[in-house]
Nanobody, 117 residues
Framework: QVQLVESGGDLVQPGGSLRLSCAAS????????MAWYRQAPEKERELVAG???????NYADSVKGRFTISRDNAKNSVYLQMNSLKPEDTAVYYC???????????WGQGTQVTVSS
């Protein structure tokens, strides 16, 4: 029943911006922390950003100052604003729900972000 659907991935030039969205359903969204992960080919999936139920945020060092995670509980949605994009940001980006221990327990299908000139 839990469903997470990402959208907004695209091909962008270095230095460009992109906003990813994640639409959640099948659970009480406001009760859960959420996160964005990414996975590049042949690399480990890594945490990009997380947001708590009350809006607290944390970021990977590699994206700090460039990316912003946010949530809109009225819309059951999580967003990732990505600015000053670099080629190394190229990856499939996944939305996840986080359990009590802040570990992911559900995943979306992913959306491709490609940063290239």
């Amino acid at each position: 029943q839990v469903q997470l659907v990402e959208s907004g991935g695209d091909l962008v030039q270095p230095g460009g911006s992109l906003r990813l969205s994640c639409a959640a359903s099948g659970f009480t969204f406001s009760n859960y922390a959420m996160a964005w992960y990414r996975q590049a080919p042949e690399k480990e999936r890594e945490l990009v950003a997380g947001i708590t139920t009350v809006g607290g945020r944390n970021y990977a060092d590699s994206v700090k100052g460039r990316f912003t995670i946010s949530r809109d509980n009225a819309k059951n949605s999580v967003y990732l604003q990505m600015n000053s994009l670099k080629p190394e940001d190229t990856a499939v980006y996944y939305c996840s729900r986080r359990n009590t221990w802040l570990e992911p327990d559900y995943w979306g299908q992913g959306t491709q972000v490609t940063v290239s000139s």
